[in-house]
């Protein structure tokens, strides 16, 4: 299990150091504005992301690490067919949202680097259902510390600019998915399997879908609402903020992406075998995740400074990010328990914990952050968080109890 955990965070801080660079170059670097038009583009794309992955990567990571290890190789040529499906028509309303809303010059590189970026993404997914992180961490350093790199090469060109850092983007996710597929084993689909396939993905991948929609809605109401309020300039200073307390994501994407298949393994032996499972990964994280956040909390000020400079706009955020901490602890051990309950089909359980948290920051949206301006949408997500953690823990609690989901 610790050699699994260990990759895992290995492969997550690479992808999770390659996004925190690259948001730290360009909130330095761009103007606010522009800076929080990538913040909101980003946060639509994130949600395609995770609509594709409850729809496909999901249930396709579950049912291959149950499957014997010749039977592998087909289900997951089965799963790389149905991607065009869904990421194609997703890619053309994107690009024609930007034409509407007069950014023509970003349609085709959002458009190229959303489709590249999950084709990269489905490859790398295969590799974590069979365990293979450590394979995985040759294309995810390739996508994600490359896109840094070539902005950093535009910077110094001074040619940087909104379009620019996507195809950065599209071109480095382009190299991964070539240096990916020659480590992943996909066979050609047989005829009539892709229907029937999808139908069983579908069936077990609509709760996570739901979930995942409604959990990513809790970030972008405060995103969206926040540029409605106070103009994107508003948006940028808060993704700033969300950039420092982001330097623990790779514990928690990591975990998010092993547990569930960890769980699914143990979920024969009854859900209290799965929950020792899950939470003996939940449990590792916490070793590293404990020092980051106490440093967030004591010494923010110094964080902002190294990070954006001494001339940055954003170095008055210290409050923020002391707020987003507390938030992010109590959102780590809802996300936890959630993960667990998406390895044991529970993923009902786990739309309604997503479902009181996004109701959560929609009713503390207004009341907070019309009188506080960002503290209060920060304050927002840490109630929504803490929503999440009491009603998981609720769930949870009666699973193990009465042995079966009470609302599955």
């Given at each position: 299990?610790l ?35 990538f ?13 594709i992955?409850s729809v ?6 579950i ?6 290890e010749e ?8 799963s790389?067919?149905?991607l065009?499906l869904l990421?194609?028509?997703a890619?053309?309303l ?12 970003l349609?085709?590189p ?5 489709t590249v970026?999950?084709g990269?993404e ?6 974590f ?18 896109a ?6 535009l910077?110094?060109r ?16 382009g190299?991964?998915l ?11 689909p047989?005829?009539g ?6 139908s069983?993905?579908?069936?077990l991948g ?7 929609f409604v ?7 405060l ?7 106070f ?5 940028a200073?808060?993704q700033a903020?969300l ?6 994501n ?8 092993v547990i569930?298949?960890a ?6 032996e ?7 499972a ?19 909390l004591a010494?923010p000020?110094l964080v ?8 940055s ?13 507390i938030?992010?602890?109590?959102g ?6 959630c993960s667990f309950m998406?390895?044991?089909?529970a993923?009902?359980?786990a ?5 009181a948290?996004t109701?959560a ?5 207004l ?6 301006g ?5 304050i927002a ?16 609690t009666?699973?193990i109890?009465?042995?079966r989901?009470?609302?599955?």
């Open positions: 299990m050699r699994h955990a260990s990759w895992t965070l290995i492969d997550q801080g690479v992808v999770s150091l390659g996004a925190f660079l690259l948001n730290i170059v360009l909130a330095r670097h761009m103007a606010p504005v522009e800076y929080g038009i913040a909101l583009i980003f946060g639509i794309l994130l949600m395609i992301q995770l609509s992955s496909i990567f999901y249930p396709m990571s049912r291959i690490a149950r499957l014997p039977e592998r190789p087909a289900l997951a040529g089965r790389l067919a149905l065009p990421l194609l028509p890619a053309t994107l690009a024609l949202g930007l034409v509407v809303m007069a950014r023509s010059d349609a085709l959002v458009a190229l680097h959303l970026w999950q990269q489905a490859l790398r997914r295969i590799l259902a069979e365990f293979r992180h450590r394979d995985a961490l040759v294309g995810d350093s390739i996508a994600y510390l490359g840094p790199l070539a902005v950093l090469i910077l110094q001074g040619t940087l600019t909104l379009p620019g850092v996507f195809f950065c983007m599209a071109a480095a996710s190299v991964a070539l240096v990916s597929s020659r480590l992943v084993h996909a066979e050609r047989a005829a399997t892709l229907r029937p396939t999808f069983e993905f579908w069936s609509r709760w996570s879908l739901a979930n995942n959990g990513a809605l809790r970030i972008q109401i995103l969206w609402g926040l540029t409605a309020m103009g994107a300039a508003a948006t200073a808060f903020a950039n420092v307390v982001n330097l623990a790779p514990i928690l994407l990591g975990l998010c992406n569930p298949q769980a699914a393994r143990k979920s024969r009854g859900y209290r075998a799965a929950w020792k899950a939470r003996d990964y939940a449990l590792i994280g916490t070793l590293p995740l404990l020092p980051c956040y106490a440093v967030l010494a000020d902002l400074l190294l990070l954006y400079g001494a001339d706009s954003y170095l008055g955020l210290a409050l923020l990010i002391r707020i987003l901490a938030s992010w602890l109590l780590y051990s809802a996300d936890m328990i998406h390895g044991v089909d993923a009902r359980l739309l309604l914990v997503s479902a948290g109701l920051a929609a009713a503390l949206f009341p907070l952050v019309q009188p506080y960002l503290i209060g949408a920060c997500l840490g109630g929504s968080n803490l929503v999440r953690l009491l009603s998981a823990h609720w769930f949870l009666r699973m109890a009465h042995g989901p009470s609302a599955a």
